[in-house]
């Protein structure tokens, strides 16, 4: 099976523009988060989704939002970039809405570097 | 002061030796998990636990949920465990990862 997939694997964008990542869980996965890793530091949770909705939310501001899809894909999409918007942005996926009794699968991520 | 500290930051070994890295956390949680990152990013998922030790492989996962701290031991290292090692808390409540800044680290051959 294929584990969870990301793409693109790099994005350079400017100051102001937005983007678009997209995120593909493994098949039966109905549980997507998304996670941003500056460079040196440990990843930051963003967002949750299970079954289409939000479930949970990062101390993020509004121009980060994110969906999820009736297949259980996910993008994020980021307005007004800023130049400290640049890292590693991750998805996970996991079968179930919590994540006490499923591991998570995390994808290879997105490196956005905003100049 | 981060809700979950790693110690150390970066570890340098021969190959063959015991490593021991360590997590502590501030906050309540219902699991810790252990997560490992190679170069280039991915993030393999090497132990979820809520109490007591885990074992796979050459790898060792403890918490003590009293003391609120984590260990992850890898027996008879070997190059290519070089990488990043990740402790990530799940909040109890809200359920959502709080994750350290990471333990780098490197087996000499």
């Known amino acids: 099976d294929a584990g969870v997939t990301q793409s693109p694997t790099h994005l350079i964008k400017t100051r102001g523009q937005q983007v678009t990542l997209r995120c593909s869980p493994i098949s039966g996965h109905k549980s997507v988060s998304w996670y941003q890793q500056v460079l040196g530091q440990g990843p930051q949770f963003i967002f949750q989704?299970?079954?289409?909705?939000?479930?949970g939310r990062g101390n993020f501001p509004d121009r980060f939002s994110a969906r999820q899809f009736p297949n259980y894909s996910s993008e994020l999409n980021v307005n007004a970039l800023l130049l400290g918007d640049s890292a590693l942005y991750l998805c996970?996926?996991?079968?179930?809405?919590?994540?006490?009794?499923?591991?998570?699968?995390f994808g290879n991520g997105t490196r956005l570097t905003v100049t | 002061k981060n809700e979950v500290e790693q110690s150390p930051q970066n570890l340098t070994a021969q190959e063959g030796e015991f490593i021991t890295i360590n997590c502590s956390y501030s906050?309540?949680?219902?699991?810790l998990h252990w997560l490992q990152q190679h170069p280039g990013g991915g993030i393999v998922s090497l132990f979820m636990l809520s109490s007591g030790k885990k074992k796979h492989g050459r790898l060792i996962a403890t918490i003590n949920i009293q003391e609120k701290h984590s260990s992850l031991h890898i027996t008879a290292s070997h190059p290519r465990d070089s990488a990043v090692y990740i402790c990530?808390?799940?909040?109890?409540?809200?359920?959502?990862?709080?994750f350290g800044t990471g333990t780098r680290l490197t087996i000499i051959p």
């Open positions: 990530a808390a799940l909040n109890f409540g809200n359920e959502k990862l709080t």
């Open positions: 906050v309540g949680i219902s699991a």
């Open positions: 989704y299970y079954e289409k909705e939000e479930r």
């Open positions: 996970a996926s996991s079968p179930l809405r919590g994540l006490l009794d499923s591991p998570l699968h």
